[in-house]
């Protein structure tokens, strides 16, 4: 008895240390259990919170499982066609250069069908940040064959597992967006564990810094899980994310913009 | 010493029974309950109280924000 009302105690605002983001709706997200689109959704809600963006900021959400992301993120966010978040967001960034833009799509969306538009605007160096969600699986139509579904990884399409001679192999846009002169800051992240989650927060911070200072194109992969569509529980699947998916999709910066061009930016700037 | 003393919060109705507060939890402060939420998910819940640290672990992970934490010294 004395512990629970030693407990209560400690229940008041002064020792508040965490709560979700007040960005994030009510409305449940539509996520299956353990799914890494809602945390990535709360850490993106909490930068903009903390950075005082949430008037100044236009999300642009992709066909996938995040489809319905204007319902869970009380921001301005835009639908896209299929893969053409990068040209949508390409086209708000310089209608409005002072708004913070960013993508939010998944392994379907931006290395598939929309391959072109990620590719072309990557190059093009729009003053954007593209957050990308690789879960190696079409996740939201019944977990079918992705570009970056890994060999031998077994999936509704390639039921046998994935077989490279016939299917090509799994497909690394990080890096290939890392070549490309317009990006400036291009790293993957994932957020399965606190550290993890962490440090994805803060890459999404310094995005959020180069994009105010018109680096170019800001480039995040969020390596991430999909339960239903792996056919595990969540726990399971972060585990065998950890062990197979960072073995072909290495966590860690890829791309970061020397400090002399940061500063030389700032200079530019005042 | 300074001691810290932790409690969570979690959203019954919200939460999906995802485990991923249970298996972070570096205290076992959580548990899944025997009884189901609205939705039919054994929800996560503090089975251990006395334990919890505030650490936020277990909100940092959740993927649908279900978790407040409280933290004081004493
Ligand atoms: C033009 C067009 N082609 C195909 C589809 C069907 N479709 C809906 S979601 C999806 C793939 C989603 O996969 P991904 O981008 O990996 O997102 P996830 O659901 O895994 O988050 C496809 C092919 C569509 N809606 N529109
Ligand atoms: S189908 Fe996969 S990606 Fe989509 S919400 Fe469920 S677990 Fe997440
Ligand atoms: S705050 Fe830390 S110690 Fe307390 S329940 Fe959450 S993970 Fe466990």
Not at chain 1, 54 to 66: D, F, H, L, Q, W
Not at chain 1, 128 to 147: C, D, K, R, S
């Amino acid at each position: 008895m004395k512990t629970a009302e030693g407990l209560k105690d400690i229940i008041k605002p002064e020792n508040l240390v965490y709560r979700k983001s007040s960005l994030i709706t009510d409305k449940p997200f539509s996520y299956c259990p353990g799914c890494g689109h809602g945390t990535t959704h709360r850490i993106i809600a909490e930068v903009i919170e903390e950075e005082n963006l949430a008037e100044n900021t236009i999300g642009v959400c992709p066909v996938g499982c995040s489809v319905l992301m204007y319902d869970f993120l009380d921001l301005d966010i835009q639908q896209a066609a299929h893969g053409r978040a990068p040209a949508v967001a390409t086209a708000i960034k310089r209608l409005m250069p002072e708004k913070f833009v960013f993508t939010y799509q998944g392994d379907g969306d931006l290395a598939a069908i929309g391959t072109s538009e990620t590719i072309h605007a990557c190059n093009r160096g729009e003053n954007i940040l593209i957050v990308f969600i690789n879960n190696g699986i079409y996740g939201m139509t019944g977990g079918q064959m992705a570009p970056t579904t890994l060999e031998g990884m077994k999936s509704s399409t390639s039921p046998y597992g994935r077989d490279v001679k016939m299917m090509g192999n799994p497909l690394k846009m990080t890096e290939l967006v890392a070549m490309l002169p317009g990006t400036c800051y291009v790293t993957r992240q994932s957020v399965h564990t606190p550290a993890a989650v962490r440090k994805a927060k803060k890459a999404i911070k310094k995005a959020v810094g180069y994009q105010k200072k018109g680096m170019g194109t800001c480039f995040i992969e969020i390596v991430s899980n999909c339960p239903s569509g792996w056919k595990m529980t969540p726990v399971e699947s972060n585990k065998w994310m950890e062990e197979n998916m960072f073995a072909y999709y290495k966590p860690g910066d890829l791309k970061v913009p020397a400090e002399s061009d940061a500063d030389a930016e700032n200079k530019n700037e005042q | 010493m300074a001691k810290v003393k932790g409690s969570i919060v979690v959203d019954i109705e919200k939460c999906k029974g995802c485990e991923l507060c249970v298996v972070t939890c570096p205290t076992k402060t959580i548990a899944l309950a025997a009884e189901v939420n609205g939705k039919g998910y054994h929800y996560a819940y503090p089975a251990n109280p006395e334990l919890c640290i505030g650490c936020t672990n277990c909100a940092t992970v959740c993927p649908d924000g279900v978790i407040t934490v409280y933290r004081m010294k004493i």
